[in-house]
Nanobody, 122 residues
Framework: VQLQASGGGLVQAGGSLRLSCAAS????????MGWFRQAPGKEREFVTA????????YYADSVKGRFTISRDNAKNTVYLQMNSLKPEDTAVYYC????????????????WGQGTLVTVSS
């Protein structure tokens, strides 16, 4: 599967961005999707995931209440709406696909996109 993320950029603290990830090469609507991020000098970390239908979502505590994941299966696209951004949200954000319909906490993603850089200035 190919994953193409977009929407990153520079934003001031308190601002918002929406990331998009377009998928191709697999039946998009059959698989859970998610986002990871990697800040400079830090390990990659889980941000959020969504089940195949969009009915279930999961968030890291650090983004809960500020970020929202959604998907449009008709457009083969998953979104990440990021509000109230903080400088510590600065990272490369990666779109991923899982090998199952439901997200299982701690499970490994099967495919990764190329990443899009989000920079939050203070």
């Amino acid at each position: 599967v190919q994953l193409q993320a977009s929407g990153g950029g520079l934003v001031q603290a308190g601002g918002s961005l929406r990331l998009s990830c377009a998928a191709s090469g697999r039946t998009f609507s059959s698989y859970a999707m998610g986002w990871f991020r990697q800040a400079p000098g830090k390990e990659r970390e889980f941000v959020t995931a969504i089940s195949y239908s969009g009915g279930s979502t999961y968030y890291a505590d650090s983004v809960k209440g500020r970020f929202t994941i959604s998907r449009d299966n008709a457009k083969n696209t998953v979104y990440l709406q990021m509000n109230s951004l903080k400088p510590e949200d600065t990272a490369v954000y990666y779109c991923v696909v899982y090998g199952s319909r439901w997200y299982i906490p701690g499970s490994a993603a099967t495919d990764w996109g190329q990443g899009t850089l989000v920079t939050v200035s203070s």
